[in-house]
């Protein structure tokens, strides 16, 4: 897990998210860096998937020099432990390892998720400073205090506050709700596990098809019933997401996100094994669902469910880069929910990104949507049977979908205009992005699936979201450009049919 490729991959995703820190040094000689550290791997303990810490890297994840051999030795798994230990109790689970990279020693740290939830500080994190005013010319400093709890907050390392809780909380109940979806799994051993499943489905009732069953028997239930074209099961499965979606009350994401992972497993299933007919269905419940707001929300909890929708969406349209599936790309792309609400962003994606934007759900220290659909990913196996959850290939085709998102919308003679779209992409790193448009302007077949045949149209859109990009990726060092890389096929295209090259 904690190899050469992987800390490079991390170090390519260009900034600091709430699962990644940067930190130019840390030398747990000195105490202030030893507890400084400790606070960061406690915070990293209440997210969902864990976090990775780097040291040896700038905040924008280009290496530098500083870290020595005695540094290194430090890191010893079993003496970090040790220093952990005097702060925060067990269960702790870490990894560290160690690279060069670029000439630059580097240290990896992984902190997996705590079963608790959260970790309560068992005493203060004490060092002393200098202050020439003070007895004996130091006095104390404290990086944290006994009893408090620390959480991630976009990038930064703080204090829990009520909203915290309440998410930690509801990740904790939501963990124990997936566990007792197991046991129900179990306990209707007779009726639902994988031999009956495989070897006896006339005798499956309909209703055993839910979304409540746990992941791993819904994804193979889900396969097994398309391989053997039974349909009422899986159709009655979408009609009654639909239904139940509506119900869930607007504070209960992790419920709703529960639900979607389920509907997104059946699209990402039948896009896996080309059951277009079941990833248009899938995909079509997933509209419905973005149509209808909670029960009594508010217009924040609102758009945070159809941000929750958008990313799952986003993981969709990652796979479907992947492999290749141009059309499947084209209809996650261009759907266009019903309802007045919708009469002026007709677009579902462009919808949800922009009144996310605007309601700052996406600005730092937040996760973009692409960081948000990544992490959709990692919790679905099905969206990633090419591929391992930690798969760089995974932010690459988020990157790409997200600028097929960009052509097919200001392709679209429908769509209401620019300034609706935002290149998401452009925040990541050039080389992540740049092959799906050199593909496009060599292959016609795919630009004829995915915007028809108007040249014209497609080379405006390209240098729109070109100009786009290199606007809003200069503030992260992340896209640069089609004049910056000069790629001969992308630049011939735009020059002979862009209308202003």
């Known amino acids: 897990m904690l190899t050469e490729e992987k800390l490079r991959s991390l170090l390519a995703e260009g900034c600091e998210q709430s699962c990644l820190d940067f930190k130019t040094m840390c030398d747990l000689s000195h105490t202030y860096d030893v507890v400084a550290l400790v606070k960061d791997i406690a915070a990293m303990l209440g997210n969902d998937q864990g976090g990775y810490i780097i040291i040896g890297a700038a905040d924008d994840g280009t290496p530098v020099t500083g870290l020595t051999r005695r540094h290194l030795e430090l890191f010893d798994e079993s003496r970090l ?44 994190g004490e060092y002393e400073i200098d202050d020439p005013q003070a007895k004996g010319g130091k006095r104390k400093g404290f990086e944290f205090r006994r009893g408090e709890v620390y959480v991630r907050r976009g990038t930064s390392s703080v204090v829990w506050e009520p909203a915290d809780r309440e998410r930690l909380i509801a990740a904790i109940v939501e963990r124990q709700k997936e566990q007792w979806r197991a046991e129900y799994r179990d306990e209707m051993t007779a009726l639902i596990n994988v031999r009956l499943a495989a070897h006896n489905l006339q005798q499956l009732p309909a209703a055993a098809m839910t979304w409540r069953l746990d992941a791993g028997a819904f994804d193979e239930l889900a396969l097994e019933l398309m391989r053997r074209h039974d349909d009422i099961p899986l159709r009655r499965a979408l009609l009654q997401a639909i239904i139940d979606a509506a119900e869930i009350p607007s504070s209960d994401l992790a419920e709703l996100g529960t639900l979607l992972n389920r509907m997104t497993s059946i699209a990402a299933l039948a896009l896996t094994y080309r059951q277009d007919h079941w990833f248009t269905e899938a995909v079509t419940a997933l509209v419905r669902i973005y149509e209808s707001p909670a029960p009594t929300a508010d217009q924040l909890s609102a758009l945070q469910r159809r941000l929750l929708i958008a990313a799952h969406a986003y993981a969709l349209g990652a796979q479907a880069v992947r492999a290749k599936d141009w059309t499947a790309v084209r209809t996650l792309a261009d759907r266009k929910p019903q ?57 690459d085709s988020l990157c790409r979908f997200d600028a097929l998102t960009g052509i097919v919308f200001l392709t679209d003679p429908d769509g209401s205009g620019s300034p609706s779209y935002h290149p998401n992409f452009a925040r990541y ?17 795919m630009r004829q699936q995915l915007v028809g045949g108007n040249d014209q149209r497609f080379a405006d859109a390209m240098i729109t979201i070109d100009a786009m990009a290199r606007q809003a990726g200069f503030r992260y060092d992340g896209w640069e450009g089609f004049a910056y890389t000069n790629n001969p096929a992308v630049m011939t295209y735009l020059a002979q049919h862009a209308t202003n090259p």
């Open 339 to 395: 309802g007045p609400e919708f009469d002026y962003y007709r677009n579902w994606l462009r919808h949800a990104i922009l009144h996310a934007s605007r309601a700052n759900l996406l600005d730092q220290p937040n996760v973009d949507i692409i960081g948000r659909a990544h992490n959709v990913i990692r919790e679905s196996p099905a969206l990633h049977t090419d591929a391992p959850s930690d798969s760089d290939r995974l932010l």
């Open 429 to 445: 790193r050039h080389h992540r992005t740049e092959p799906i448009f050199v593909a496009l302007v060599g292959d016609p077949v």
């Open 81 to 124: 432990r040790v220093k952990i230990a005097k702060y925060i109790t067990e269960p702790l689970e870490f990894g560290v390892a160690r690279h060069t990279i670029d000439g630059c020693p580097m240290v990896l740290l992984y902190v997996a998720a705590s079963p608790r939830g959260f970790h309560i500080f068992t005493r203060n």
